[in-house]
């Protein structure tokens, strides 16, 4: 099984659907983790680190 989150940020109306397993989700409840900052987070560094690698591409 697994669960589905809605996930917005602060600065947009946007929504976003993320499917995690329940085993995940479960754990982070028990830590209070909050889904949505630990996403935008984890997401504004993946996309950093891919703008950097493209960038280190073309500067190649």
């Known amino acids: 099984m697994e669960v ?3 996930v ?3 600065v947009s109306p946007n929504s976003t659907n993320v499917t995690l397993p329940v085993d ?3 754990r982070a409840k028990q ?3 909050n889904l949505s900052n630990m996403c935008e ?3 504004r560094y993946a996309i950093e680190a891919d703008e ?3 960038g280190a ?3 190649a």
Do not use: I
Request: net charge positive; glycine share 4%.
């Open 31 to 33: 830590l209070c983790v």
């Open 24 to 26: 995940v989700s479960e």
């Open 52 to 54: 950097g690698r493209r």
């Open 8 to 10: 917005a940020t602060a």
């Open 41 to 43: 987070q984890t997401l």
């Open 57 to 59: 591409r073309e500067n």
């Open 4 to 6: 589905r989150l809605a």
